[in-house]
Structures are given as structure tokens and as C-alpha cells.
């Protein structure tokens, strides 16, 4: 824990609240074993046996501070170190093509199992990387200016899902490292922060729905036509009167060039008060999708994240659109909300 407490303090500095904590190995040791021995399976990640055998594994402090992001006063950012990976990550990832997991699924059991012990339920958008949980975030688009997931250009300042009304947005990511060699860390901002750092001026501009959103090239919608939201400003509040944020950096579009500053001055903000967290494979960046703006600098070679969306209810969710496979809802009914 002591090598990554600077990011902790870092963090606090900027005004940031962000909680680590570190599995201990011997446990870790256990909860694979277990895992193995149950022969779960990809297909169990949202198995009630797995979440049950999460919940023993999984430290109470760790579960309390995941469940409380979605709170009143829960932190932004929750890191935890060393998640259960499959013993045959080690080396697997360099000799074998991208795309391919070890069968064991261990990774993708232990972090559904974090969240699920964290009282979120993960879930998925059909038409976003086949709906899986998790996702894989491999850069498939190499070289090739992609503002998405999909490819290893800089990926400027948003949330996921901005296209979307916040309340059928993912409230919280999970980002597991599986494969990183270039060692490409996750910038993450908080709203809060980067709110304190503008002036009065801009921070009403951006309150006012005076933006468009447009969904990104990984939402497959509508046979590739371009969907963007209604007018929307670009902070809200919660239900808590927490402050919220919609962006999806290149895909958010101002009316004019007045409201256009507003929004430069809010990625020069995340840029000031954001920290690069460095991630080794079995580190966790659980973090609100609500209240923080995510970005990825420019990397070269490839990197491994699996990607987790949760949230504490799926009501809305279930309200809104199909679920097309448990937990796993059609997006398009969910755009035109
Ligand atoms: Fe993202």
C-alpha cells in the first residue's frame, strides 16, 4: 500500500476524495481456489454461488466504500489492489492474440464479485461491445485516431454513457487491469475539484442546456446513424444535490462560442486537478461515473481493461428498455428517453 499512497495525497490536495485499499494475498490465495474448485465459468459472473462466495471473500470496509459512491457523502474514487487474477495471465496475454481470455474466468468472476459484495449490480448496454460484463477494452482500432474505447489515441475528458440521461447512465466504472506493459495509468477528475477552479461565469454557462451530446462510436445505434441528445447543460445535480457532470469529450457540442470557453475552461479544470493512477494488472479503479471525468493519454502497444458498469438499483433500467438478457439492456429505447 505504501508505493501508491501518494495517489491518495495527490488527490487530496486537488480536493478529491479517493479511499484505497489492497487484498491480502493469503485470502486472495483462498477465494481462487474456491473459484476454481466450484468450476464457475464466464457464464457465472452474475451467478448468485459467486456472489455469495464474494461476500466471504471481499473485506467489509472495501464493500462499505464501493456501495457508498452512489451515497451522499461516499468518495469519487475507490482503488483496490490486487484482485484474484487466473494463474495463467502471467504470460498469456504476450504470446496470445488479442481477444483471447484464459478459460477460468477468474478475474471476471472476482470483479463482479467485488461489486456485487459492494450491493451494485453490473450490468450492460446490448449494443455496446455485444453487451458483455465485463467488457473488454483491448485497443482494436490501433493507430487510428478513434475518440472511443476501441482504440490507443488520447482519449479526452467524459463520462460513459453521456448520450443518456444521467439517471439511465452507469453511476459507477470498474476498471480492471489485466495486461498492461506500456504501463498507460487512467486520469480521473473529480467534478468537485475541477468545479472549484472555474469562474462564476462559466460554471452557470455550463449549468444552462446549451450542449449536445452525441453517443460514441462504440454505440452501435440505429444502423450508424449519428444520435445526439437534446439540448442539456453540461452540470447537474443528483438526487443528493451532489454535483453531476455530462461530457463526452469530442462528442459534447457547445451552441455557441461563448459556451464553447465554458467548456475548454472545464477540460483545462479536470486537467488541473486530475491524477494519472498507474495500474498493474489486479488493480481496480472503482469510481463515480456521475461525478468524475475519465481520460486516457495516448499509449503505444496495447493494454487489457475490463470494464465494469454498476449501479445500486436496475429499476430505472428495467423501466425504461428491454432487458434483452439479464442485466443486459437494449440502448436505443434508452437514447430517445
Ligand atoms: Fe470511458
Known sequence: MSNHSN???LYRCMGTNVVEYEFDDDSVEDWRKTMDEQGFSRDDVL???NRDLARRFVPSAMSSAIKSI??????????IYGLPLSEQDTGFFSSTPPGLLPE???AELALCGVASAGGLKAFSYDQEKDGDIPANIWPVAVGKNV???DGNGDLAWHGDGGVLSWPLRPPVLMLATRYNPSNTGTRIASIDAAVSRLDDDSIEILEQPRFRHHAPTTFNLFGGRLIGSPPSPVLERDNFERRIVTLSSSNTHADTPEAERALQALHDAADDVSVTIPTDPGT?????NLRCLHARPLFAGTRLLQRLYAAPSLQAL???SIEVRPNVFAVEQL???
Do not use: M, T, Y
Open 70 to 79: 452512489c451515497g451522499p457523502s461516499g468518495p469519487d474514487i475507490v482503488i
Open 284 to 288: 481496480v479503479v472503482a469510481f463515480s
Open 47 to 49: 451467478d448468485q454461488q
Open 104 to 106: 477460468d474466468a477468474i
Open 335 to 337: 437514447v430517445l428517453q
Open 7 to 9: 495517489i491518495r495525497e
Open 318 to 320: 428495467k423501466a425504461a
Open 147 to 149: 475518440q472511443s474505447s
